[in-house]
């Protein structure tokens, strides 16, 4: 490599790690989201708050009420004799409200109709299909307790979670996170760096000093490609170390598709950069990308179940394409097929979008 | 000199306006944002998860399989694909299938003799945003597969009838919209002065500003009026949106909601207006807004993970963060219809955690210029 440009790619390391803040910020940061994504994020409903209304001497009702207790998805709220359980509800005391029949269960369950009612706030429409869900396995659980199993159901599933079977949200997010992570600092970093030297006035002597537009481009770029795979090394190891997250796959295919995202994210920081006039034209710039990317990308919400037109602007997004990647290559030990198609899309873009960035920091040069 | 001046305070407040229309690229970023979260929220998430790609290995081919399939298929949530030569476990692999059933070829038999046929579920446990759903779907699957294969159904003794209160078909984006205006309060609001002010520390034209008549205080309000309007245009167009586009009902008080909205608006303008003191510098600032304002308001609010359900140290923290106040009472207001007395506890929260945030970002301020 040339003398003058790693040179200049070392002087723009220094300057961006010389701050305390920034250094803290670029690789502390990533373990505190990361910290908080595996131990506080999971998308499992626990301590859902239950208030039941009972008629007194009804022991059956009783016995399902604390099976409810018993399950650990429900924690007790109490509710006062002749209180109007709608109103629990609306002032957010309770999420759930379990009603005993007026005669009783045991009264009405003799007579083949035990008809509970259970109000459910449902202005969180996922935690309300959960409850739902929840109380009829616990009240058929229950019902066979109590009157004896009828019959035994004819089918059962025997469920096998493949990669990763205890279904911890760490193993989950982790991948995904180090995508996300990385392409939200790439992407803000170059883009308001570069911009900032516009701000300040001090690309113009960059621009008079001795380099070709090439040396220009790849000095102000390649530290923070450096950055980005260092981040996501970082967040591999602290995935691996803190939550034990595997990496099942050979570690050059992470490292590549590590790469070929990392060249797209800087490019696209820098195309941005060449058309934001200040930093903070270069940050909403930058949100504008980021937003939509980490939403189709997969690493929420499912690519598939979104309409059609989503789905093709998704096929532009390079962080999909990475997601699917690290996906395999980590958590399922790596599929030639999934391997080439998407590394091969990827290094793609990134060619073009490298192209791209280049043309329109030459035109901004001159 | 002493005592707070409008007409200065309004002349900062002109002249940051005239910033800010100067720059139609910022203002246009700024109201495009809530535009497209509002869209993409509304428009392509959808939670029930569909067309979920189900490899199937049918070694039985019997009445009884064809029924089973058939209860997948019309789930509307399975789309049943034949499994390669390689079977379904190396679709799994290449990821294209998310999950795979297996039938046992004595699978009809059993079911018709009465007993208990068994059939093997996989699912592909890499995707967190799929696993979930499908997890949640297999005990509805199991009850009308139950139904429609056993000879005679099972009378349950008892059972439980629910009704769903304040969302009753379970829609979603009722849900999830009203609660992005705190996604745009706290993206907006906390961005946007913290960079701004931050450049302002960054070329020097602070010092200016500061040497001039001009009282910190009325400096810190000229310059934020304009970009808490700006944040509340923000979340008036996803009020629209929610209201006309995607009928999100609207239960409560506006006016409540409004002062909701204030109280928030306050407590990010003063955050931004702190982190920019204490970094000084824009891109520094930028980080440091993203990790204490842009993410909690995503992450740690209750905007889609559930606050109740995390560990409980982080039950706490959330509750220094004012983004989670202000999810439940703009979700209280606009679909439960909730009043001041019900939302008191949010409501208190806020206030003290908004005057706090000033009264923190005030005074850094000011012990900065001495």
């Not at chain 1, 991948?175 to 570069?194: D, K």
């Not at chain 2, 789309?79 to 795979?100: I, Y």
């Not at chain 2, 309060?185 to 701004?196: D, F, R, Y």
Request: charged share 15%; proline share 5%; hydrophobic share 50%.
């Amino acid at each position: 490599m040339n003398r003058t440009l790693t040179a200049f790619i070392k002087k723009e390391l220094t300057q961006t790690l010389r701050d305390v803040r920034m250094r803290a910020l670029l690789f502390g940061a990533p373990i505190i989201q990361l910290t908080i994504f595996g131990l506080a994020l999971s998308t499992e409903i626990k301590n859902i708050k239950l208030a039941v209304v009972s008629q007194p001497g009804d022991a059956v009702f009783g016995r399902v009420a604390d099976s409810f207790y018993a399950s650990g998805w429900f924690v007790r709220v109490g509710c006062a004799p002749g209180e109007d359980p709608y109103e629990l509800i609306a002032s957010g005391r309770a999420d759930a409200v379990l009603l005993a029949p007026k005669e009783g269960l045991a009264r009405s369950a003799e007579r083949g109709d035990g008809k509970m009612q259970l109000l459910v706030d449902a202005s969180n429409s996922t935690k309300a299909r959960a409850v739902e869900a929840y109380s009829k396995n616990i009240i058929a659980a229950a019902a066979a307790r109590e009157y004896g199993a009828r019959g035994e159901p004819a089918l059962k599933f025997d469920v096998r979670v493949l990669y990763n079977p205890a279904m911890e949200s760490s193993m989950f997010l982790v991948p995904g996170v180090m995508g996300m992570l990385v392409c939200l600092i790439t992407i803000i970093l170059t883009a308001m760096s570069l911009t900032r030297e516009k701000e300040m006035g001090t690309f113009e002597t960059i621009v008079s000093a001795p380099l070709s537009d090439a040396e220009v481009l790849l000095g102000k770029t390649v530290p923070y490609i450096l950055l980005g795979l260092a981040d996501a090394a970082l967040v591999v190891l602290a995935g691996y170390l803190i939550f034990g997250v595997p990496v099942r796959g050979p570690l050059w295919q992470l490292a590549l598709a590590a790469l070929a995202l990392v060249v797209n994210t800087v490019s696209i920081g820098t195309f941005i950069s060449t058309v934001a006039r200040n930093q903070q034209q270069a940050m909403l710039g930058g949100f504008m990308f980021l937003f939509p990317a980490i939403l189709m990308s997969g690493i929420m919400y499912p690519v598939e179940n979104m309409p059609k037109a989503v789905i093709a602007a998704a096929y532009l997004d390079p962080l999909m394409y990475f997601v699917r990647l690290i996906r395999n290559i980590m958590l399922k030990g790596g599929d030639a097929y999934v391997l080439w198609t998407n590394l091969g899309a990827l290094a793609l873009m990134a060619v073009f979008a490298a192209g791209l960035a280049y043309k329109r920091f030459r035109q901004t040069l001159n | 000199m002493n005592g707070f001046n409008f007409h200065r305070a309004y002349s900062i407040a002109r002249k940051e306006v005239m910033h800010i229309l100067r720059d139609p690229f910022t203002l246009t970023l700024a109201l495009g944002l809530p535009v497209m979260l509002v869209t993409f929220f509304g428009y392509a998430i959808d939670y029930e998860v569909r067309n979920i790609r189900l490899a199937v290995s049918d070694r039985d081919n019997g009445p009884a399989a064809r029924r089973l399939k058939e209860v997948f298929s019309s789930s509307g949530y399975f789309r049943l694909v034949e499994p390669g030569p390689a079977g379904p476990v190396e679709m799994l692999d290449s990821g294209r299938a998310a999950a795979a059933v297996f039938i046992e070829p004595d699978f009809s038999k059993k079911i018709k003799g009465g007993g208990q046929a068994q059939a093997q579920f996989v699912l592909d446990g890499s995707d967190n945003s799929k696993a979930a759903a499908i997890t949640g779907y297999l005990p509805g699957i199991q009850r009308a597969a139950q139904a429609k294969l056993a000879a005679q159904t099972i009378k349950e003794p008892f059972s439980a009838e629910t009704r769903f209160l304040y969302n009753p078909e379970l829609n979603s984006r009722w849900f999830i919209v009203p609660g992005l205006a705190a996604i745009i309060i706290g993206l907006l609001a906390i961005l946007l002065t913290a960079l701004n002010v931050a450049r302002e520390w960054e070329n020097g034209s602070m010092e200016l500003l500061l040497s001039t008549p001009v009282r910190p205080l009325e400096i810190i309000t000229g310059k934020l009026a304009p970009y808490g309007a700006l944040v509340l245009a923000g979340v008036f167009f996803v009020y629209l949106v929610s209201r006309l586009v995607f009928g999100v009902p609207f239960e409560g008080s506006h006016l409540l909601y409004l002062a909701a909205c204030l109280l928030f608006v306050t407590a990010a303008l003063s955050q931004g207006l702190l982190i920019s003191v204490i970094t000084r510098q824009q891109q520094v600032a930028m980080q440091f807004s993203m990790i204490t304002g842009l993410l909690p308001s995503m992450l740690l609010s209750g905007f889609i993970f559930p606050v109740e359900s995390m560990p409980a140290f982080f039950q706490y923290l959330t509750m220094l963060l004012p983004p989670r106040w202000f999810m439940a009472a703009a979700r209280g207001i606009t679909l439960k219809g909730a009043d001041l007395a019900e939302l008191a506890v949010p409501f208190l929260a806020l206030g003290l955690l908004s005057a706090g945030m000033l009264a923190l970002a005030i005074k850094k301020f000011k012990t900065d210029l001495e």
